[in-house]
């Protein structure tokens, strides 16, 4: 039996006056703790769908349900990793991650402490938890951001190109990191990015759009592919370049590089 759906966009449209930024009808369904990546080119309008889900933003047409409810304003079930560091400067990074659960009424002083210490080690920070922002990487700061978010509640993660800022030895190494999560935190993710590699390394499923309006082109299921398990070595190896390179072709045909190459 096939699992139910958890997130459901049905008939979705998106219009800032007289700008259309998602195409009517837009459909899609997520599955719980399923890793789906967003990606096509910038302004396309995916992280404009990205912020519905969050409450951001209301579809103009058609409804966004998360396990069969209608999503409404944001809330800690939502929770949100953007580009920029969000971390705040005079707490520690201890403090930082416990600010997730400051109005989390509903847990014991005796709990929160366990799930501080919780998301501290699953995301490599327990050494740091008593420095503050300015004394750790932006790596570190990043993944103080998803363990606030995690600690908070959130059962789906949405991320909006957060490893955007980072060189490349640490945005692989967070990509590493956040696969490690998923798999050892069962969450519902979608991660917006126009960075094919990045895609391909980090998805169950890609859902590869158009230029804005937004409308979903490819619907490609990684995992069946290349399997659960990522490694630093998979980017090396003939499948993943294989299916990069398939990935990578739908792109310029959306965008209409591939006709001027």
Do not use: C
């Not at 309008?45 to 047409?61: A, D, F, N, Q």
Request: glycine content about 8%; overall charge neutral.
């Amino acid at each position: 039996m096939a699992p139910a759906p958890y997130l459901v966009f049905d008939g979705v449209a998106k219009y800032f006056g007289d700008l259309e930024v998602v195409a009517p009808s837009f459909n899609l369904t997520i599955r719980r703790n399923e890793f789906v990546v967003f990606l096509g080119p910038s302004g396309s309008g995916k992280t404009t769908l990205m912020r519905m889900v969050g409450g951001l933003e209301t579809p103009s047409v058609g409804e966004i349900r998360l396990d069969g409810q209608p999503i409404g304003a944001p809330d800690r079930e939502r929770g949100m990793v953007f580009q920029s560091y969000s971390s705040f400067p005079w707490l520690t990074v201890s403090e930082n991650v416990a600010y997730g659960m400051k109005y989390r009424n509903d847990m014991t002083p005796e709990r929160k402490k366990k799930r501080l210490d919780h998301y501290l080690e699953l995301v490599g920070l327990t050494d740091f938890a008593d420095f503050y922002p300015n004394k750790v990487s932006g790596g570190m700061r990043q993944r103080i951001a998803i363990a606030r978010t995690l600690a908070a509640g959130s059962e789906v993660l949405l991320m909006d190109e957060p490893f955007g800022a980072l060189d490349a030895q640490r945005r692989e190494g967070l990509q590493l990191e956040l696969r490690r999560i998923h798999r050892q935190d069962a969450k519902t993710i979608i991660f917006v990015t126009h960075d094919v590699d990045e895609a391909v390394f980090l998805a169950d499923r890609i859902v590869v759009f158009s230029n804005r309006p937004a409308r979903m082109l490819e619907d490609v299921d990684i995992s069946a592919e290349l399997g659960p398990d990522r490694t630093i070595a998979l980017r090396d190896s003939e499948q993943f370049f294989k299916l990069r390179t398939r990935i990578l072709r739908m792109v310029r045909a959306a965008t209409g590089e591939e006709e001027k190459v």
